[in-house]
């Protein structure tokens, strides 16, 4: 799909966050299985984030710092997608970046994708993969500093009330990993 196109859509997901947002109360099933399409259901509402990364990335820092920040959560899509609003409180300035996902059924897999306000018009490419056992996995190839990158993304502990993230990069193919994020979320709402 061409960018342009993408970009569109991705605003007109943007554009009707603040209805959608309280329209999507989940009630689940007892049993519902969480994995495929109903993977992420339990994000919808509103979450508190607590951030911490590595401030250098893929060149051996040991450095953390700790933030935290506010998301909105709500289906997309007719439930075969999803999309949050964020505000991240880095220590030297809030900012603002959407995320946006679509499920395929024919192949189980979720494409993750990410758009930061610091950035505008660039999209980030997406991580794609799937929950096994209630743990997401989402690989993606990219580039750091001029270099390529493998880049992951996994989503673990989703409940009713908690939910954690973790980004990782591999320089060399994806032998080693350094992971450089990691979010834990609480359930404001």
Known sequence: MKRSIVMG???AVALAAPARADQDNVKLKAGQDLSGLHAFDLRV???TATHRRLKERLVGD???ETFTGEQVWWKTLNGQGNADDNLLR???GDYWGFTTRAYDPATGEWAIWWLDARR???IDVPVKGKFVNGVGTFYADDTLRGKPIKMRFT???I?????HWEQAFSPDGGKTWEVNWYTDF???D
């Not at 409940?159 to 939910?163: D, L």
């Open 90 to 92: 880095l220590p030297d």
């Open 186 to 188: 609480q359930k404001a």
């Open 62 to 64: 040991t450095r953390w």
């Open 120 to 122: 505008p018009g660039v």
């Open 155 to 157: 989503w673990s502990g």
């Open 9 to 11: 859509l991705l605003a």
């Open 159 to 163: 409940t009713a009330t908690t939910a």
């Open 45 to 47: 509402g509103k979450w």
